[in-house]
């Protein structure tokens, strides 16, 4: 069984580096109307997401637990500028969901901008809004979204888990990077980021019980440290996680000591901003995917015979 | 040099062998060892070259006469025999060259009705070296023991497969998706043969696309002719 110390390692490293680095999370006020304002909100979201993952898990010590809401702070005062960042962007692409997803794990950790609440309740009542083209897996997330702000979602959950792939359960030898992530945020978005695995349900679970051992044993394989965190994660939202011993050792042996985590391979080269883009995200997947699996391996351990 | 020579002269004898099976496989129609192997050095070399091609194919050699269930003529059992007898398995072999052999015995028991079962009945050899295997590791080995793999074929390898066919179903998505098409038609043929298979593995598609992908090698369209024979008769 892979060492739980070995797991924690792996994500107290990783918010040390993003601590550090801090600054990264940034908006561009001058961006290229081509490239859009809103491009670089998702990092912002993404951490907020993680930290919120850290706070409920509750197996983070002080130190982490206070790196975490230090950089909640500075993403929220500084990067967002109180949330006024966020009405902006709605007031460039008013249809966009991406300032609401942005939004929500600040509002579920007790941060509040009510502009862009009343926004999101006008475009709720928006044909238009339910009817914007997403891919499947994110319609999911967006109905869940939905669901957390308190609204209905539109449409309902239970009518698009069949509509993504994994809601299909195909041939698992088709999978590919892409259709991996794919999955990946399927899971996500059924359990809330971890917070309710038994949001999958059982066909779907036993799906993932039986092939994603291939897929761990796969994408480490192939050194793509970013897709494996994700695969780590679903592992962990699963009624029986394996933990898997090979892919965790692997995972943690490509951390650096600085707690980055490279997205593929080895770290890239680059300035400071270059290298914090191509970072980032791997490097706030493996604190979530260590967080989630710290998590579930003191559950197994409660639960073991004494 | 020379060997180099030798080997590249008998990969084309295996080759040449392998498709002639794949073709008798998918026509149905008869199959002859004898004469199907020919070499360029003359009689008492292409020989033994054909005898060497029949071992490396192994049991497979004579999957025309077990999958369509026809007697095989006189002279081509001879030469199967001659293959198995002519090249024994060293003492340091590996438990797959070992196990390659024993099909071999085994299919010339099954076939040679004038040996009547009752001589040179060799004990199975051991299986342990899968007991502990990881999933990917059991289907690599099974892969390479396909000729085992064939029906009412009991063996300690296929009792292993039998009590795991989610870790060869593992092995066949893994083969597939490292582009292995030999190993991934290899674990498709043992699949065939195996109760409780994942359904969503999708393993009728999984055959076919092998057969795409892998067309190039004999070896890989052998294996899944074998499985697609297997399954139709499975039905029957």
């Given at each position: ?49 993680i ?63 009510p502009?862009?609440?009343?926004a ?34 539109r ?32 899971v ?12 999958i ?7 993932l019980?039986?092939w ?95 | ?9 008998l ?10 099976l ?13 004469g ?7 009689p008492?070399?292409?020989d033994?070259?054909?005898l ?12 025309p ?32 060259s ?25 004990p199975e ?30 063996s ?33 043929r ?32 052998l ?14």
């Amino acid at each position: 069984m892979t060492s739980t110390r070995l797991i924690h390692t792996v994500g107290t490293g990783a918010l040390e580096w993003l601590h550090a680095h801090r600054d990264g999370f940034r908006l561009e006020q001058d961006v290229d109307p081509e490239v859009g304002f809103l491009e670089r909100f998702k990092p912002v979201g993404e951490l907020a997401i993680i930290c919120k993952v850290l706070f409920r898990e509750g197996v983070a010590g002080s130190r982490q637990a206070q790196l975490a809401r230090q950089l909640l702070d500075h993403a929220w005062r500084d990067t967002l500028d109180g949330g006024r960042m966020l009405v902006r962007g709605h007031r460039i692409e008013p249809l966009s969901p991406i300032p609401f997803e942005v939004y929500l794990p600040f509002r579920e950790l007790g941060y509040s901008r009510p502009e862009i609440e009343q926004a999101l309740l006008l475009n709720h009542r928006l044909e238009s809004f339910a009817a914007y083209e997403v891919p499947p897996a994110r319609r999911l997330g967006l109905s869940a979204f939905q669901r957390r702000f308190g609204l209905a979602p539109r449409p309902p959950e239970s009518e698009l888990v069949g509509t993504t792939w994994l809601g299909r359960t195909p041939e698992p030898w088709t999978v590919e990077g892409h259709i991996a992530y794919d999955v990946t945020h399927t899971v996500f978005h059924l359990t809330d980021w971890g917070e309710r695995p038994d949001g999958i349900p059982d066909r779907l679970a036993g799906y993932l019980a039986t092939w994603l051992p291939v897929w761990l044993d796969d994408w480490l394989d192939l050194a793509r440290w970013d897709l494996l965190g994700e695969l780590l994660v679903v592992d962990a939202c699963l009624p029986r996680p394996t933990l898997d011993e090979r892919a965790w050792e692997g995972f943690a042996a490509a951390q650096q000591p600085d707690g980055a985590m490279p997205a593929v391979r080895t770290m890239p080269q680059g300035d400071a901003e270059e290298l914090f883009d191509l970072v980032y995200h791997p490097t706030l997947v493996a604190a979530f995917a260590s967080v989630l699996a710290t998590s579930r391996a003191l559950t197994q351990l409660v639960h073991a015979p004494a | 040099m020379e060997q180099s020579g030798t080997s590249t002269r008998l990969a084309g004898a295996v080759q040449g062998l392998t498709s002639e099976l794949v073709s008798a496989l998918r026509s149905g129609g008869p199959f002859r060892l004898a004469g199907s192997v020919r070499g360029a050095d003359g009689p008492e070399a292409a020989d033994g070259l054909a005898l060497a091609a029949v071992r490396v194919v192994g049991a497979d050699a004579a999957l025309p006469s077990v999958l369509h269930r026809t007697p095989p003529e006189p002279d081509d059992l001879a030469v199967f025999s001659r293959a198995v007898h002519a090249y024994p398995p060293p003492s340091d072999a590996s438990p797959t060259s070992v196990w390659s052999h024993w099909a071999m015995k085994r299919t010339l028991l099954r076939l040679d009705a004038s040996l009547d079962g009752a001589a040179g009945h060799d004990p199975e050899p051991q299986a342990a070296w899968l007991d502990d295997a990881s999933w990917q590791s059991l289907t690599h080995q099974l892969a390479v023991l396909a000729p085992l793999a064939v029906p009412a074929g009991d063996s300690a390898v296929a009792r292993v497969a039998r009590g795991r066919p989610v870790d060869v179903a593992r092995g066949f998505v893994r083969a597939v998706r490292r582009r292995d098409w030999l190993q991934a038609a290899g674990a498709g043929r043992w699949l065939v043969l195996l109760d409780d298979v994942p359904p969503t593995l999708g393993l009728e598609a999984g055959l076919d696309f092998v057969a795409q992908m892998g067309c190039d090698d004999p070896r890989v369209a052998l294996q899944i002719e074998a499985a697609h024979l297997m399954r139709a008769g499975v039905r029957v």
